[in-house]
């Protein structure tokens, strides 16, 4: 293998799956950065069955693969839980309670204000 063979790699034309459910992936974007939004922290990538977000996925050039990745997947995808992002349980009442704080403090500012209008 000599050096101009290294260079022309070709890019992937492919099929691309999900690594959950074998489902078809489409391109969500290039995700930023919490801490710091100008840092690029990858592709990300959406699933249209299982609603898998991230940036792995599983790229498959002979559609035969692809068949037998997503039988694979079916087989072992039976016992994993697939959720989406949800407040955890235990703190829902403090999102409720701060929901309500935050209201609350809304209206005693709108009837101070029209207290000082009047």
Not at 39 to 67: A, K, L, N
Request: glycine content about 10%; some cysteine; hydrophobic content about 45%.
């Amino acid at each position: 293998m000599s050096i101009n063979d290294c260079t022309k790699i070709k890019p992937m034309q492919g099929f691309q799956i999900c690594p959950f459910c074998g489902g078809k992936i489409e391109y969500a974007g290039i995700s930023s950065g919490h801490i710091f939004p100008a840092v690029h922290t990858g592709q990300m990538y959406v699933c249209r069955e299982c609603g898998y977000q991230g940036s792995f996925i599983i790229e498959v050039d002979d559609p035969d693969d692809v068949r037998e990745i997503r039988e694979a997947l079916h087989g072992y995808g039976e016992d994993i839980e697939k959720s989406m992002f949800s407040f955890p349980e235990k703190w829902r009442w403090f999102w409720k309670v701060m929901l309500f704080l935050w209201v609350a403090g809304l209206i005693i500012n709108i009837i101070g204000l029209l207290i000082m209008i009047f």
